[in-house]
């Protein structure tokens, strides 16, 4: 059983995932084409690197349904994983902080292959809505 959290309940430490998603061939697709890019490596059934920022938001909703505004993305790409694979992307909250008045989160995120090798490491600022 999940525990869910509001935003503000979050802390640094808290474990998340695992969770597993698997990307079909088509919304693959759609992810590579809505971004403009026709590459081979699409053709070839690459899954879309810049997707690993959803996983992490998707990771932390969770824990925490709470709206909450993305603020940073940084990504790091391992390997080459394909559409139709099943991810297991698991995570943790390293850092809670406040700026100007505002909650922040930081979630790194480890996106893994089936083997588990990792594919991606996502690491994501969020922000609390002003007045959530």
Not at 1 to 16: E, K
Not at 35 to 43: E, Q, T, Y
Request: charged share 20%; proline share 7%; glycine share 8%.
């Amino acid at each position: 059983m999940t525990t869910t959290l509001a935003f503000s309940g979050v802390t640094s430490g808290t474990a998340l995932g695992p969770v597993e998603y698997t990307v079909s061939r088509a919304a693959n697709e759609r992810y590579w084409s809505s971004a403009g890019v026709d590459h081979p490596a699409l053709r070839d059934g690459a899954l879309y690197p810049p997707m690993a920022a959803n996983f992490t938001i998707l990771l932390l909703q969770t824990v925490a349904p709470d709206p909450a505004i993305q603020a940073a993305q940084r990504l790091v790409c391992h390997r080459r994983g394909d559409a139709g694979t099943t991810l297991t992307v698991r995570g943790t909250v390293t850092e809670r902080y406040e700026k100007r008045g505002r909650e922040y989160a930081v979630v790194e995120a480890e996106i893994t292959l089936p083997d588990g090798d990792p594919l991606w490491t996502s690491t994501a600022t969020f922000v609390a809505p002003q007045g959530a």
